[in-house]
């Protein structure tokens, strides 16, 4: 049996907290644990938060591409993030070549199938409408059926060129035919299409990401207020998702929405290496950081980077630290620290609220962040 014991840790609501893993899979958990005999024993005295792994679902981690890439495991359990969701960096054509790529990672790693079949080889991957094949996407999802978990859209200018709204037409099309019906992320950007034209094709359960950027075709008019179509789009069920990225967050917009109670459900970063080695995404924790400066709490937070995403993506055994879930665990300090957080717009808060992870345990292997020679 391999076993591993979490003890003296706490939950964020500052109380004791034990957990024991075994083969792969949370046993036990309470306050305290007694007669516990495992393999290996993490002691954290008392100083550090455990929660549920957190699952990041926006990143692109498919190393063979040219525009945006990274290293799975480098945006995945070294940053404390234990599942990482692709989005849409591969298509029908190389979605297989992806898979085959993950298996020697440690972190979890699921994709989202691009609706274009070559993925972003380059930035208009809608431009050409002869790329959406929907048979070629219903093969991909057929032999592939653990690993796809998604579909992609990405409908803004430069992406979709002289099409306008015709791909997300398509998209809805593809899903709705698709078997199983698989959730859609859409990114959202510069315009044409119009916002509020993505937002009435959408349907509940639907996610938009990069819902707080700092653009014209964002969610506020000229005069930094919120558009009028975009609360019914939250009341009909669209997801709001964070999506950071590069360009794509503003704490100016982030603050207008939250104080007119428009809230993400969901927080991911839109990481790649360059904004992981540049700014101003770097880690999940830093996007953390500033969801708390936006006056977030921790406890609302959490659950956007476990619980939410495993419900919107269905991962059934992942989210909750629960007897019978996935032993996939972040361990984690809050420090009184002062940093300065950028947007992506050049714009800076100041904080004295730092997160900083401290092991990832993924199927119960558990990795001290910071060493690179892998697990305890």
């Given at each position: 049996?391999?076993?591993?014991?979490?003890?003296?840790?706490?939950?964020?609501?500052?109380?004791?907290?034990?957990?024991?893993?075994?083969?792969?899979?949370?046993?036990?958990?309470?306050?305290?644990?007694?007669?516990?005999?495992?393999?290996?024993?993490?002691?954290?005295?008392?100083?550090?938060?455990?929660?549920?792994?957190?699952?990041?679902?926006?990143?692109?981690?498919?190393?063979?591409?040219?525009?945006?890439?990274?290293?799975?495991?480098?945006?995945?359990?070294?940053?404390?993030?234990?599942?990482?969701?692709?989005?849409?960096?591969?298509?029908?054509?190389?979605?297989?070549?992806?898979?085959?790529?993950?298996?020697?990672?440690?972190?979890?790693?699921?994709?989202?199938?691009?609706?274009?079949?070559?993925?972003?080889?380059?930035?208009?991957?809608?431009?050409?409408?002869?790329?959406?094949?929907?048979?070629?996407?219903?093969?991909?999802?057929?032999?592939?059926?653990?690993?796809?978990?998604?579909?992609?859209?990405?409908?803004?200018?430069?992406?979709?060129?002289?099409?306008?709204?015709?791909?997300?037409?398509?998209?809805?099309?593809?899903?709705?035919?698709?078997?199983?019906?698989?959730?859609?992320?859409?990114?959202?950007?510069?315009?044409?299409?119009?916002?509020?034209?993505?937002?009435?094709?959408?349907?509940?359960?639907?996610?938009?990401?990069?819902?707080?950027?700092?653009?014209?075709?964002?969610?506020?008019?000229?005069?930094?207020?919120?558009?009028p179509f975009v609360q019914k789009g939250l009341t009909k069920g669209i997801i709001f998702d964070i999506g950071h990225g590069t360009e794509s967050f503003n704490f100016k917009t982030a603050t207008v929405a939250t104080n007119?109670?428009?809230?993400?459900?969901?927080l991911s970063t839109d990481i790649y290496h360059g904004n992981r080695e540049n700014g101003p995404v770097y880690n999940m924790a830093t996007c953390i950081e500033k969801m708390l400066v936006l006056g977030f709490d921790i406890?609302?937070?959490?659950?956007?980077?476990?619980?939410?995403?495993?419900?919107?993506?269905?991962?059934?055994?992942?989210?909750?630290?629960?007897?019978?879930?996935?032993?996939?665990?972040?361990?984690?300090?809050?420090?009184?620290?002062?940093?300065?957080?950028?947007?992506?717009?050049?714009?800076?808060?100041?904080?004295?609220?730092?997160?900083?992870?401290?092991?990832?345990?993924?199927?119960?292997?558990?990795?001290?962040?910071?060493?690179?020679?892998?697990?305890?």
């Amino acid at each position: 049996m391999n076993s591993l014991y979490i003890k003296n840790g706490k939950d964020i609501n500052d109380q004791p907290l034990e957990l024991l893993i075994e083969n792969g899979k949370i046993s036990r958990i309470a306050p305290q644990l007694e007669n516990i005999e495992a393999d290996s024993v993490i002691n954290l005295q008392g100083l550090s938060y455990v929660s549920a792994g957190w699952i990041d679902d926006h990143v692109h981690c498919y190393e063979k591409l040219s525009l945006y890439y990274d290293d799975p495991d480098l945006v995945g359990y070294r940053n404390g993030v234990t599942t990482v969701i692709d989005a849409g960096s591969t298509g029908a054509d190389n979605i297989g070549d992806f898979y085959d790529l993950t298996q020697e990672k440690k972190t979890n790693i699921y994709a989202m199938i691009n609706i274009s079949r070559t993925g972003i080889l380059a930035q208009d991957e809608l431009g050409d409408m002869e790329q959406l094949q929907f048979d070629l996407m219903q093969q991909a999802v057929n032999d592939y059926p653990d690993f796809i978990i998604g579909l992609k859209a990405r409908i803004s200018k430069s992406v979709v060129v002289d099409n306008g709204i015709k791909p997300l037409v398509v998209a809805k099309e593809f899903q709705n035919k698709l078997k199983p019906r698989l959730p859609l992320m859409v990114h959202v950007g510069t315009n044409p299409p119009e916002l509020s034209e993505i937002m009435d094709l959408l349907e509940a359960g639907d996610i938009i990401t990069h819902c707080f950027n700092g653009k014209t075709n964002g969610i506020l008019t000229v005069d930094g207020d919120i558009k009028p179509f975009v609360q019914k789009g939250l009341t009909k069920g669209i997801i709001f998702d964070i999506g950071h990225g590069t360009e794509s967050f503003n704490f100016k917009t982030a603050t207008v929405a939250t104080n007119q109670q428009i809230y993400p459900q969901s927080l991911s970063t839109d990481i790649y290496h360059g904004n992981r080695e540049n700014g101003p995404v770097y880690n999940m924790a830093t996007c953390i950081e500033k969801m708390l400066v936006l006056g977030f709490d921790i406890k609302q937070v959490l659950p956007m980077i476990t619980s939410v995403p495993a419900k919107n993506y269905h991962l059934d055994t992942k989210g909750t630290l629960a007897p019978g879930m996935d032993a996939d665990v972040t361990i984690f300090n809050i420090e009184n620290k002062s940093k300065t957080l950028e947007d992506s717009d050049g714009n800076t808060r100041q904080t004295n609220i730092v997160i900083e992870p401290i092991y990832s345990v993924v199927g119960g292997e558990a990795y001290l962040i910071g060493d690179k020679n892998g697990s305890l």
